[in-house]
RNA sequence: GGCGCGGUAGCCAAGUGGUAAGGCCGAGGACUGCAAAUCCUUUAUCGCGAGUUCGAUUCUCGCCCGCGCCUCCA
């Protein structure tokens, strides 16, 4: 495939199951659409790999010169939210509050970019609420006795498109998870729940509808809010690998009976984040947050640029060896960027600005982006590029051009590296050690040095002698 | 049972029909305080068997192992 000639994000496609160009429909704006986190706790790292892998293709496609329009949702009704904030003894509205603000100050430490447009679910019933009538004036859903509005998946031809999954035979229940429950009003076992009838647990959260009261289903506020914001049809849906059934089957299945219009052009699914080699759960004590992670001593940016480390169709397997190799991987960036002169870094905006012309010796890290967001392949041609640049023999000007196509790179990648020299105050107690060290060397005192050398190690600084002193990094 | 993915050096992870990027760790060297930081060098025949081929890690088939989804889930 001639990716680079054609100068294009080419993307695996979930619905076709290969790759094609990403590209936008109307006015070079790319319009695409994320599912974001239902927010009743904070969100794990698995959450975030999503979310990374997400803003990396985001940040490719406007370094390529699109536009984009970035619409991510946050889920603050549905069983977890409801259970959550009674249990917590607040109203939905404050207990979601919370965690939405946790969920931002998370993104911003990974350096994702905001979203153009972050809707969330309950101050969007009234669409859903529309959406929901609609499928029923058409026949493609119907109300059952308790209150609930299902969606009649025989009504459309379709169903399963997207996960391959056809005649699916639910008799034999063999994941042995089909529960009976209220399985009785439904006509047949796929259909699920536009409209979810209230329940006595439900509490005081429900809403009036033309079927009395109730609240919306999970699958519904995607389709009416993309519909909100990107319209009937729209470049690209994006979501992690367990959404593609039955969430994405769904939506699709909502959307496309209701405005009789093609969802979705494009999908892009990403794997799911291993710790250890097993999935994450809470049981065996492996789903960490950013939290957990920033207390054990990580900067969000080691973090981050864990996530990106594997391909985003590949399951990651997380450890705390690949946080270390991550960090040590960040230094090397850092001594480039040293030997690059330094200084204040391009922003995102330059290298924006600067586009992705003329990357020399980088120019392949940014051809491996280009198809399907190899980020593996690309890191490893960005270290390559720096090994073989001369960066002691070059002339100024050189200097400069590397440096930017060296920081294009890292923008599209939105990797952050610490910033030497420019590190605000560290805290006294830090200082006082350094400055003691400092005296036993001045002393010959080596041991001593190199005793608090390593006080310093255990509280996350690094120490570096220069001609002038000591210069004090966070690990 | 259905659908799908993977098994590459101590760890992580790309890749190609012609004998394998990169990062981490380890080892050796330079520098140094026989230190730290930094720099240089260095570490694999690609799960098993068969087939196709001049040649397969890369294609085909079979097997073994691991993993994900099959209506809570990024």
Redesign the pocket.
């Known amino acids: 495939m001639s990716d680079a000639k054609e100068n294009g994000l080419f993307l695996q496609d979930t619905m076709s199951?290969s790759k094609s160009k990403v590209f936008a429909e109307k006015e070079d704006l790319l319009r695409f659409y994320c599912?974001?986190?239902?927010v009743y706790g904070a969100?794990?790292i698995?959450?975030f790999?999503?979310?990374v892998a997400q803003d990396l293709f985001r940040r490719v496609t406007e370094c390529n010169g699109l536009k984009t329009l970035h619409v991510r949702n946050l889920?603050d009704v549905?069983?977890?939210t409801i259970r959550g904030s009674i249990k917590a003894g607040q109203g939905l509205k404050k207990f979601t509050d919370h965690w939405k603000d946790r969920f931002h100050n998370d993104c911003s430490a990974l350096g994702l970019l905001k979203p153009h447009v972050e809707p969330s679910a309950v101050a969007h019933i009234a669409q859903q609420i529309q959406l929901v009538e609609n499928l029923l004036k058409l026949g493609h859903a119907y109300t059952s006795e308790d209150g609930s509005v299902y969606f009649r998946i025989s009504s459309f031809g379709e169903y399963g498109k997207l996960?391959?999954?056809?005649s699916?035979?639910?008799s034999?229940g063999?994941?042995r998870?089909?529960t009976v429950d209220d399985e009785y009003s439904k006509e047949?076992?796929?259909?699920?729940a536009l409209w979810k009838g209230r329940r006595p647990e439900d509490g005081d959260n429900f809403w009036e509808s033309p079927w009395g009261q109730g609240r919306p289903g999970?699958h519904l506020e995607c389709s009416a809010m993309c519909r909100e914001y990107l319209g009937d049809s729209f470049d690209l849906h994006s979501?992690?690998?367990?959404?593609?059934?039955?969430?994405h089957e769904n939506e699709i299945a909502q959307s496309i009976c209701s405005s009789g219009k093609p969802f979705a052009r494009h999908w892009f699914h990403?794997?799911?984040?291993?710790v250890d080699?097993?999935?994450?759960s809470k049981s065996l004590g492996n789903m960490y947050t950013l939290d957990d992670l920033t207390n054990k001593g990580y900067a969000p940016e080691v973090v981050r640029y864990a996530l990106l480390?594997?391909?985003y169709?590949?399951?990651?397997?997380f450890?705390f060896?690949?946080l270390?190799?991550?960090r040590?991987?960040i230094?090397?960036l850092l001594?480039?960027n040293n030997l690059l002169g330094g200084g204040d870094s391009p922003s995102y905006e330059d290298s924006l600005a600067r586009g992705s012309s003329e990357l020399g010796p980088f120019n392949a890290s940014w051809e491996?982006l280009l198809?399907?967001l190899?980020a593996?392949?690309a890191?490893?041609?960005?270290?390559?590029a720096i090994?073989k640049i001369d960066l002691a023999g070059l002339m100024g000007n050189e200097k400069d051009n590397l440096r930017s196509s060296f920081w294009f790179i890292l923008n599209a990648f939105g990797i952050c590296l610490p910033k030497v020299g420019a590190i605000k105050d560290p805290p006294t107690k830090i200082k006082v050690l350094a400055e003691k060290?400092l005296q036993a060397?001045l002393a010959?005192n080596?041991?001593d040095?190199?005793k608090h050398?390593e006080k310093l190690n255990e509280a996350g600084w690094?120490?570096?002698?220069v001609p002038s002193g000591f210069e004090l990094i966070p690990k």
């Open positions: 199951r599912c974001g986190p239902t969100a794990h698995g959450n790999r999503t979310f889920t549905d069983d977890k996960s391959k999954l056809k699916r035979d639910l034999t063999a994941s998870r089909t047949s076992l796929g259909d699920f999970w979501g992690g690998e367990d959404l593609v059934f039955p969430h990403i794997a799911h984040l291993m080699g097993g999935k994450m480390s594997g391909h169709r590949q399951p990651l397997n450890t060896s690949s270390e190799a991550a040590s991987a230094g090397k001594q480039a491996a198809d399907d190899n593996p392949k890191l490893g041609a960005l270290f390559s090994k060290r060397r010959k080596w041991a040095a190199d050398r690094l120490v570096r002698d």
